[in-house]
T-cell receptor
Framework: DQQVKQNSPSLSVQEGRISILNCDYTNSMFDYFLWYKKYPAEGPTFLISISSIKDKNEDGRFTVFLNKSAKHLSLHIVPSQPGDSAVYFCAASGTGGTSYGKLTFGQGTILTVHP | NAGVTQTPKFQVLKTGQSMTLQCAQDMNHNSMYWYRQDPGMGLRLIYYSASEGTTDKGEVPNGYNVSRLNKREFSLRLESAAPSQTSVYFC??????????????FGSGTQLSVL
């Protein structure tokens, strides 16, 4: 039972254009959402996050949107750069003391940005 | 800035062999985690340690044991390796494990093959 789903295994965009990565979740107890980026032979690194009390969070070229009613979030990268080519993981965290830091990850989306 | 260090980076085992994956962090973090990454499955939590002296099961603990040796070190042991344990293993740490906006810091991973 995949509680966090990234239904697009891969995405290819042209440099300078917008990249939109999508993520859906099923567990209504999740209240914090994160995006991690992973390069080959490296561990994932934190990119951006959003609390369920917000519907948008922005950090430079990266914006995450949350639609709680649809249980859907998306990551927008504008403009996309070749260095953004990586695997992007969506992750979710629930409430409760010891659940913090215990993330449920999606399957990942491979983003390729062409020069 | 070493961050989270995992050893070894690669390992090949025969079915039934045992081994221990080592992880150390130098960020004075309280919480540490072991995840495995499989194709099409994202990252799944094996075990975690909310603080020194405590460990608990994650989503996929069967076939594994862990030891929180001290605040810095958290090891993962496979007592009798099985082909289903072929995966990439990531160790991670976080500052306290008590905040839902906490970032995880990951090591670079151990690629394990069980023949």
């Amino acid at each position: 039972d995949q509680q966090v789903k990234q239904n697009s295994p891969s995405l290819s965009v042209q440099e300078g254009r917008i990249s939109i990565l999508n993520c859906d979740y099923t567990n209504s107890m999740f209240d914090y959402f994160l995006w991690y980026k992973k390069y080959p032979a490296e561990g994932p690194t934190f990119l951006i996050s959003i609390s369920s009390i917000k519907d948008k969070n922005e950090d430079g070229r990266f914006t995450v949107f949350l639609n709680k009613s649809a249980k859907h979030l998306s990551l927008h990268i504008v403009p996309s750069q070749p260095g953004d080519s990586a695997v992007y993981f969506c992750a979710a965290s629930g409430t409760g003391g010891t659940s913090y830091g215990k993330l449920t990850f999606g399957q990942g989306t491979i983003l390729t940005v062409h020069p | 800035n070493a961050g989270v260090t995992q050893t070894p980076k690669f390992q090949v085992l025969k079915t039934g062999q045992s081994m221990t994956l080592q992880c150390a962090q130098d960020m004075n973090h309280n919480s540490m985690y072991w995840y495995r990454q499989d194709p099409g499955m994202g990252l799944r939590l094996i075990y975690y340690s909310a603080s020194e002296g405590t460990t608990d099961k994650g989503e996929v603990p069967n076939g594994y044991n862990v030891s929180r040796l001290n605040k810095r070190e958290f090891s993962l042991r496979l007592e009798s390796a099985a082909p289903s344990q072929t995966s990439v293993y990531f160790c991670a740490s976080s500052e306290s494990g008590q905040s839902n906006n906490e970032k995880l810091f990951f090591g670079s991973g151990t690629q394990l093959s069980v023949l």
